[in-house]
């Protein structure tokens, strides 16, 4: 076996695997090193048992086109847009469309239209903006960062002058200031404040969740989820992409370490004690465990490792995956205004298809309560949830579930969460309960011990107005580089990570460029 690589990249999650065919594609000996016996990350579906399959963590999601176009990956297409139905406690559910708005406020009904085309509008500014490597301000910057950010400037001026000041005034707004200039309806407004608190912790009382909002439209391309219960399907074409490229892809091989001589990256040692050596490394591990557990604070300035410390996780995000007998059965009574019934009159029946988004947000102040508990490390005993079923699975999104809890541990917890999350949503569906025939919980630590997120951050650090843009990981260090020469940052945690589009990923291959 070659135990010299052009590159390696240490974990195969979707932005790992997307550096490596990028690297591979420029003719680079690539080898990607999986701790897991399976690729993927977070983004994978995996099986829970007998006919029991789920989008473990991310659920579905989709690529940048371009990232899809340049490594010729075939990948599902969405042509008919999901639902996004929002659960209420008399029984007539919502769907978030104009027609059905109409129903409860014909003025929001109105304003939902223009609401629609500007987060279209603000997600492609987005999407420039994460496809920009920014540069490591206030540091001096060259000819190519410079370009980069020209080009960026001028897809906002592109916006037209009212867009581009509502863009960037909405990214420090409270997602609540947001949507109430836009519609009356409690129940409209909390919907979409939903998906704008979704994998962050975060209430939509907080500074910042107007970014959040435009940030997890962009991904989702809409309010609701696309390739329901495919994630692995995103990460499968691009593990088979980095090896039609050349690339080597090697699991059950945990990096321990990452060899540094003078203040610079060698090479990586694994769990087994094996040496191998490479021009570059790229991490798509989270910053903290690739810095200050792969690297170690002594071969690092001390206010770099201050601040890597200092970067914020706060996961907060448990999962909870049902099998059930009949998935139309256990879902069943569900009225949804203005949307067409299956054959089966429920929703998430298999009859539908693309599947819906489902989410449990009565009110504002319900969202807001749910994200107290978590500020006093509590789990949420009212929760904001997501449902998403894909055949007979039903996987839930529970918020919220602080990491580090106040009092007790997860060993302690996990049956409380699971209860939670089923009592309350068998509110909603009553046939649920003896509908179950097999389960499956992921709670913040197995997200840490499974899947590496530490703290169990979905997102490698939080999405906040102190973490984003140039100052994400940390400020002054947003452009992949480390302190460490030939050693890159290539995971969620860097500018143009969180959530599943592989941003990250292309813009570390292109900085070594």
């Known amino acids: 076996m070659n135990n010299s690589y052009s590159a390696i990249i240490i974990g195969a999650g979707h932005n790992g695997l997307v550096a490596a065919a990028y690297l591979a594609r420029q003719g680079k000996k690539v080898l990607v090193l999986e701790r897991r016996a399976i690729v993927g990350g977070s983004v994978v579906t995996e099986s829970f048992g007998d006919g029991f399959t789920a989008d473990s963590v991310f659920t579905g999601g989709s690529l940048r086109h371009d990232i899809v176009k340049d490594l010729k990956l075939s990948l599902p297409e969405v042509k008919e847009k999901p639902a996004f139905i929002s659960l209420q406690p ?15 406020s014909e003025k929001d009904a109105a304003r939902f239209p223009e609401f629609v085309r500007f987060m279209n509008k603000a997600a492609q500014i987005m999407d420039v903006t994460y496809a920009t490597i920014m ?38 707004m409270t997602v609540q200031e947001l949507v109430e200039e836009y519609f009356e309806s409690e ?28 940030h997890n439209w962009m991904n989702r391309g809409g309010l609701a989820h696309k390739n329901v219960g495919k994630a692995g399907e995103i990460t499968t074409a691009l593990a088979n ?8 892809i090697r699991t059950e091989a945990e990096v321990t370490s990452i060899r540094v001589e003078a203040q610079v990256a060698k090479g990586v040692v694994l769990a087994n004690g094996e040496e191998i050596s490479a021009n570059v490394i790229l991490s798509a591990a989270d910053p903290k465990h690739t810095l200050l557990k792969l690297v170690g604070p002594r071969e690092l300035p001390p206010e770099f490792v201050w601040h ?18 009949d998935v139309g059965t256990g879902l069943a009574p569900v009225h949804a205004q203005g949307r067409p019934h299956t054959p089966s009159g429920h929703i998430g029946s298999p009859q539908q298809l693309p599947q819906p988004t489902i989410v449990l947000a009565p009110s504002i102040k319900y969202l807001e309560k749910a994200y107290d508990a978590a500020k006093y490390g509590e789990i949420s005993e009212k929760p904001y949830l997501e449902i998403t079923t894909s055949g007979n699975t039903v996987s839930i999104h529970f918020q919220f579930a602080p990491y580090n809890l106040k009092n007790g541990s997860w060993n302690m917890e996990n049956g409380r969460v699971e209860k939670l999350a089923i009592d309350t949503l068998a509110e909603y569906f009553p046939n649920l309960k003896s509908s179950i025939v097999n389960r ?42 480390t302190p460490i020469d030939n050693l890159y940052l290539c995971g969620s945690g860097v500018h143009g990570g969180g959530g599943v589009s592989g941003a990250a990923g292309r813009n570390a291959a292109n900085a070594l460029n």
Not at 152 to 170: H, P, Q, S, T, V
């Open 187 to 214: 129940v409209v407004k909390a919907a979409i404040c939903a998906v704008a608190i979704h994998g962050s912790t975060l209430g939509p009382m907080g500074a910042g969740t107007g970014y959040t909002l435009i």
């Open 90 to 104: 008399n029984g007539n559910h919502l769907t978030l469309d104009a027609e059905s708005i109409k129903r409860i």
């Open 308 to 325: 890597t410390q200092s970067i914020k996780m706060r996961g907060s995000v448990a999962k909870i995956h049902l099998l059930l007998d």
């Open 135 to 172: 540069p490591r301000l206030p540091m001096n910057f060259g000819i190519k960062e410079g370009y980069g950010l020209l080009e960026w400037a001028l897809e906002l001026k592109l916006a037209g002058r009212k867009d581009m000041l509502n863009f960037i005034r909405a990214l420090p």
């Open 241 to 248: 992409a980095v090896k039609a490229f050349g690339g080597e």
């Open 440 to 481: 499956k919980l992921i709670t913040p630590l197995d997200l840490e011990q499974t899947y590496g997120l530490t703290e169990g951050d979905l997102n490698h650090g939080q999405l906040m107005l102190d973490q984003f843009l140039f100052m994400r990981p940390i400020p002054g260090w947003s452009n992949h580089k």
